[in-house]
């Protein structure tokens, strides 16, 4: 398994009530296994993988679209935490493509763990400036954006295309270069 994205548990926090959009540009090609989020609080937090729309590094996630929403995860108490929404789908993550990690709150109640630069991260980290996390996570295109200092606890965890046979598929159990393996 190999991971894109923030890894890192953020030195500072703050309490969610928008959408965080960060940029990945895969190094090599791979199938997306699932997304973690670093947080606490007593919400839910919805998490999704889009596509760019093609525009150079820099764009905001205007204009990108949907490859999975894995769901929402629940943080249950103020006790910090991973938690991890598995992949329904799988799907393919082609190298040197950008990807949109979004994650939102709809409530102040869920607190997040980010880095902050001091600066804009530029490419790569947004929020939602309408704080309107919904109609951002459904509607990456209709959201004005804004950069953010913050880059959150955040990434994708993916199966590389070498490890998973060469096309970015994860291998069976009990094949081998194409020949089932097994008794008969």
Known sequence: MATNGKTGIGGSTN??????????????????????????????VRLAIYNDDGSAPGST????SLVEDLGTVTYA????TWKTLASGSNPS??????YWLMAKSDTAQATA??????????AGAYQ????????????????SWSTTAWE?????????????????RPQPRGVERGVLRGVL
């Open 15 to 44: 309490t969610w009530n928008e959408c965080w959009a960060m940029m990945i540009t895969m190094s090599e090609a791979g199938t997306l296994d699932d997304l973690k989020v670093y947080g606490k609080g007593w919400r839910d």
């Open 61 to 64: 996630p205007a204009g990108a």
């Open 77 to 80: 108490s103020n006790t910090p």
């Open 93 to 98: 993550l082609t190298n040197g493509n950008n």
């Open 113 to 122: 763990y980010y880095d902050s630069s001091g600066s804009d991260f530029g």
């Open 128 to 143: 939602s400036a309408s704080r309107d996390p919904a109609a951002a996570y459904a509607d990456p295109d209709a959201q």
């Open 152 to 168: 959150v606890s955040l990434h994708a965890v993916y199966t590389a295309a070498a490890a998973a046979g060469g096309d970015g």
